[in-house]
């Protein structure tokens, strides 16, 4: 989480980034609007992502159309290994539709503790991109860790 995300995002543009998803909590729509114009005149993308007491912006939800992903934190930001913060389900869920009704075809990142005993939900709720950093290096087998939440992500599509 960047405080003032225009003074690095040229520097991760120039460094090879595709998409730059930033902080709905220091935006405003037209922080959003410039920054916007910047990543999209390189050819890249732009998402947004939100910490879990934050609810989408109007701002925001005005310009859906723009967004490639919505990162939905689970946790809040700084370190790994936290549990998932299951109240942000109904959040999650709301986003994900709110996207969909939109036609948008933005990816909803569902970032901090992701593991086998919630990818289920996560899915379920909307999630199609899962972030298990902890989840997946803190067991003891991470290959087949990886493989388990494929397997589980799939079921709760209906694969």
């Not at 003032?4 to 460094?15: I, M, S, T």
């Not at 930001?77 to 996207?99: E, N, R, T, Y």
Request: charge should be negative.
């Amino acid at each position: 989480m960047i405080n003032e995300p225009e003074a690095y995002a040229q520097k991760f543009l120039d460094a090879g980034s595709d998409l730059l998803s930033i902080h709905a909590e220091v935006l405003s729509g037209s922080r959003f609007d410039d920054l916007y114009s910047l990543v999209s005149s390189r050819g890249k993308e732009i998402g947004l992502a939100i910490k879990p007491n934050t609810d989408l912006p109007a701002w925001a939800v005005a310009r859906l159309e723009k967004l490639s992903c919505v990162v939905v934190m689970t946790v809040n930001p700084g370190f790994s290994g936290q549990s998932m913060d299951l109240s942000v389900m109904p959040k999650l869920a709301k986003i994900s539709g709110m996207l969909e009704a939109a036609g948008s075809g933005a990816d909803v990142e569902v970032d901090g503790g992701v593991d086998l005993g919630n990818v289920h939900e996560v899915v379920k709720r909307g999630g199609n991109v899962l972030v298990a950093g902890a989840g997946v290096y803190g067991a003891s087998d991470p290959v087949k860790t990886i493989g388990l939440l494929r397997e589980r992500a799939r079921a709760a599509r209906g694969e």
